[in-house]
């Protein structure tokens, strides 16, 4: 397949993007240990795309989120005066609205071709990590004890904070879950992992590219790139991208069953049931934020309608004094701000999600993000929203499951390849 | 320098008979009288109250958000006055510290477990009542305006009231934190009198034969009530009030934080309208803001007439068309002048004609044919002809979509809506066309 410069262009920048997103997880903004460093590069990353005509401002999506802003904000004013109990963190509220003001934009490049190149990116760099994680595992398997070398090389003022870093893969093993030292959490690396194996099934990736992100998932002992990678496969089955399966198929059933021989893999299939355990993982992430929070949300009926304030979920949560308890993205949208801001925020949520070349990446994206990663504050956990989804909607053509895997694919890319008037559908037409 | 300004060139009138036949000049256009033409046009949607569904293409967002200061401005100050208004409703907190002291071996559990259960006790009914009567009047409704909270990994707890003087939250706060340890010692005395009754009843209920061994029973008894006394009395000693209450602070937003919120919200709502009402009745109020919201448009002046007209000459091109929008018909007369002017200093001749928006059906067959202006010199016997049209009438859509001449869109500033003139300039998107913004 061949792609003109222009996508070339936007393949490297956003492949650029979801490198930094990889590399500068664990970093902080100097002296600011709680904000990570992401939240501004991802701001820089967006206005320097704008300077350089790579992207463009999604009139749409600007719209909606001006009318978000809008709503919690007035609602944060009309909270202290109405709901009782109501705290409010202006902080966590500009969070928000920073987190998310990069979603507003769009590549002006968004046909497959450029998406495809920019997937290879997306799978080099997460084999990269993968590596990254076998060796951090292999290590350990060879006796040498885990040491926290990114804790030890970085200045502690340049690391972020409030993270579980990494822990042992049972109690009392010696053995460390892999986050590959860069990873903010496990999970996040799987996540990402996840995301990089589908990515590599797309572009038709070597085999041994495949095995490695594959190993480099059951290093991490964590269900969030499993959940990707499930939600992900089960879209690309249902589409005619299912034929690009077929080669892949027996090696992942191959690389899956021997790993679960390792003690990695006999820990993963403990926890495929953990959800039915209080206390457990899957439990404080998917299930017990909601028991916790909504007797407190339906406390008053001021509080649902208008929330409890920016932040007020984390406190609830914290009052608790149950170690690992999250708060789900669902759950921080509505109880901090209520029914009526809170729609209009969940709708240009949503909204980030509608629209891209591959709903393969849309969909599994919405149910980690939704129900299994903590919050839509973390930019780490959001950013890959904005690398695979949004910022290539609304898509030019047919989105690529439909499109794979003719063997004149390339000709149906080149079709679908954005025309001067295409590039210009998604703004509208003003008069 | 002269000029001749031509309503009608009599180098027109043959073809205009050939084409028209008998429709004399002044016959009224289509949409006004009637009028059919002999000829089959290509042109709709001119007449009043239509709008061509040509788009203007995509504007820069950023663009469209500067597009409208002063309701940026208006929503600004509103904003912010609403939330200096709405703010500082939440009346006064005042915070009392309650400090325990630990027993037990895991220290780590007993601290959270007491730290939790005073956290409940501290807001329970009975600690309330004793709170309530120790203020008076003052202690109606206490128990909604008062909370405690353990801070993990301490041994303190926060009891928080809000009123709405600084005062009665002071007062409200310490009260319950006395009461909460009043009532914590209450419940110590009533301990220490059950415990002193049940090692009373033990002493007096029973009473062995041997009188050393009864001797050394009640001393037992004695020691054993001693220590559950000492543990008791211990127990009840270690919850005080660390931090009394002295002065209150503002529950809820601040007055200087709801100004800022106010204001970014008035800001908010000014950009989402602004985005939201695009183009809708937007004026360029100057050159700039014209910029901010056609990047990618030629832009010029009356002023820059000669500018125009060197790159005329040099274009190559025998006809220009001065499109002139709704007011602003005057304007493109006389830049058509002066651009006619310095053609003519060029060494080229140059014929005027303005065609009206009444009369100029019956000429545009003629003076705007295609096939005439691909030859201006030999149909014409000029090098160029500049044509005054407006972008309302038939002559202008005559001209539109073809690229075999040049044309500048006349818009008045403050006047004329901005998305009439982008509507003009994407007619005209084949002839390279300038968008001139005059006075």
Redesign the interface.
């Known amino acids: 397949m061949v792609t003109s410069p222009a996508e070339q262009s936007a393949a490297r920048w956003v492949g650029a993007l979801f490198l930094l997103i990889v590399l500068l997880q664990r970093f902080a903004v100097p002296g600011v240990p709680l904000l990570a460093v992401l939240v501004p590069v991802v701001l820089l990353w967006a206005a320097a795309g704008l300077v350089h005509g790579v992207v463009?401002?999604d009139?749409t999506r600007?719209?909606w989120w001006?009318?978000a802003?809008?709503a919690t904000?007035?609602t944060?004013?009309?909270?202290?005066?109405l709901v009782?109990?109501?705290q409010?963190s202006?902080t966590a509220w500009g969070l928000v609205l920073a987190v998310w003001l990069p979603f507003t934009v769009r590549l002006i490049e968004r046909g497959a071709p450029a998406y495809l190149a920019m997937l290879r990116y997306v799978t080099t760099i997460s084999t990269g990590l993968a590596w990254l994680a076998l060796i951090m595992v292999g290590v350990q398997l060879s006796g040498v004890a885990y040491r926290d070398w990114f804790a030890a090389i970085v200045p502690s003022a340049l690391q972020l904070d409030g993270f579980v870093l990494t822990y042992p893969i049972a109690y009392g093993s010696t053995i460390f879950r892999a986050n590959a030292w860069i990873g903010l959490e496990p999970s996040m690396v799987s996540a990402q992992l996840g995301l990089g194996l589908l990515a590599a099934l797309f572009v038709r990736a070597r085999i041994w590219t495949v095995i490695v992100l594959v190993l480099g998932l059951v290093s991490t002992v964590s269900g969030s790139g499993i959940i990707i990678v499930l939600v992900g496969g089960l879209v690309m089955l249902l589409h005619r991208s299912r034929r690009l399966l077929g080669g892949y198929i027996p090696l992942a059933v191959t690389t899956a069953i021997a790993s679960t021989f390792t003690p990695f893999g006999i820990v993963l299939i403990d926890r495929s049931t953990e959800y039915q355990s209080a206390g457990s993982s899957t439990s404080l992430r998917a299930l017990e934020p909601y028991s916790v929070l909504y007797p407190a949300w339906i406390e008053h009926l001021p509080g649902m309608l208008l929330g409890y304030g920016p932040g007020s979920a984390q406190r609830v949560v914290?009052?608790t004094?149950v170690p690992g308890l999250l708060v789900p993205s669902p759950v921080k949208v509505f109880f901090e701000y209520g029914i009526i801001a809170g729609l209009v925020l969940a709708a240009f949520i949503l909204g980030c999600y509608w629209g891209s070349p591959s709903r393969t990446f849309s969909l599994s994206l919405l149910c980690s993000l939704l129900l299994l990663q903590p919050g839509i504050t973390t930019i780490v956990v959001v950013a890959p929203l904005l690398v695979l989804v949004t910022l290539w909607s609304p898509r030019v053509g047919p989105p690529i499951e439909s499109i794979l895997p003719e063997r004149r694919s390339a000709d149906r890319w080149r079709s679908a390849r954005p025309t001067a008037r295409s590039r210009?559908i998604g703004?509208?037409?003003?008069? | 320098m002269t000029s001749t300004y031509l309503r009608r060139p009599s180098v027109m009138q043959p073809s205009l008979e050939q084409v028209a036949g008998s429709e004399s000049e002044s016959k009224p256009t289509s949409h006004r009288r009637g009028y059919k033409p002999s000829v089959a046009l290509p042109m709709v949607g001119r007449g009043p109250g239509r709008r061509d569904t040509i788009g203007v293409g995509s504007l820069p967002p950023l663009g469209l958000l500067l597009a409208r200061p002063v309701l940026l401005a208006m929503c600004a100050l509103l904003g912010a006055l609403s939330g200096y208004g709405l703010a500082g409703k939440g009346g006064y907190q005042a915070e009392a510290i309650l400090e325990f002291i630990p027993h037990g071996a895991d220290a780590v559990l007993v601290v959270k477990q007491t730290g939790q259960t005073l956290e409940r006790s501290a807001v329970a009914e009975d600690v309330i009542q004793v709170a309530a009567a120790s203020l008076g009047a003052g202690g109606n409704d206490l128990a909604r305006h008062v909370t405690a909270q353990w801070t993990q990994d301490t041994q303190l707890v926060a009891v928080r009231a809000t009123a709405d003087s600084p005062d009665a939250a002071v007062a409200d706060a310490n009260a319950v934190a006395q009461a909460t340890v009043q009532v914590a010692k209450a419940s110590s005395a009533d301990r220490l009198t059950a415990a002193r009754d049940e090692s009373n009843q033990v002493l007096n209920s029973q009473q062995l034969d041997s009188a050393d061994a009864e001797s050394a029973r009640r001393a037992q008894l004695g020691s054993a009530l001693a220590a559950r006394q000492d543990a008791i009395g211990s127990e009840s000693g270690d919850l005080t009030v660390a931090d009394p209450a002295t002065a209150a602070t503002n529950a809820g937003l601040t007055r200087a934080m709801g100004l800022a919120i106010g204001l970014a919200a008035g800001l908010l709502i000014g950009g989402l309208a602004s985005l939201l009402l695009g183009l809708r009745g937007l004026r360029a109020s100057s050159e700039r803001s014209l910029r901010y919201l056609v990047p990618e448009t030629d832009l010029s002046s009356p002023s820059q007439a000669a500018q125009l007209a060197g790159q005329i000459v040099e274009s190559g091109k025998n006809c220009l068309a001065v499109v002139v929008t709704e007011g602003a018909r005057e304007q493109g007369v006389a830049l058509a002048q002066d651009i006619a002017e310095f053609v003519r200093a060029h060494g080229k001749t140059v014929t005027e004609v303005s065609l009206g928006e009444t009369d100029d059906r019956a000429a545009a067959l003629v003076v705007l044919r295609h096939d005439v202006r691909d030859d201006i010199p030999a149909e014409l016997g000029v090098d160029l002809i500049v044509i005054v049209v407006s972008a309302a009438g038939e002559a202008a859509a005559f001209l539109e979509g073809q690229s075999n001449l040049r044309a500048l869109v006349v818009m008045r500033r403050r006047r004329t809506p901005i998305s009439s003139a982008l509507r003009v300039m994407k007619a005209f998107e084949r002839a390279e066309p300038v968008l001139v913004l005059a006075r």
Not at chain 1, 427 to 431: D, E, F, N, R, T
């Open positions: 463009t401002i009139r600007l719209a001006f009318a802003a809008t904000a007035i944060m004013l009309l909270q202290p005066w009782p109990g109501a409010i202006v914290s009052d004094n210009d703004s509208g037409v003003y008069g």
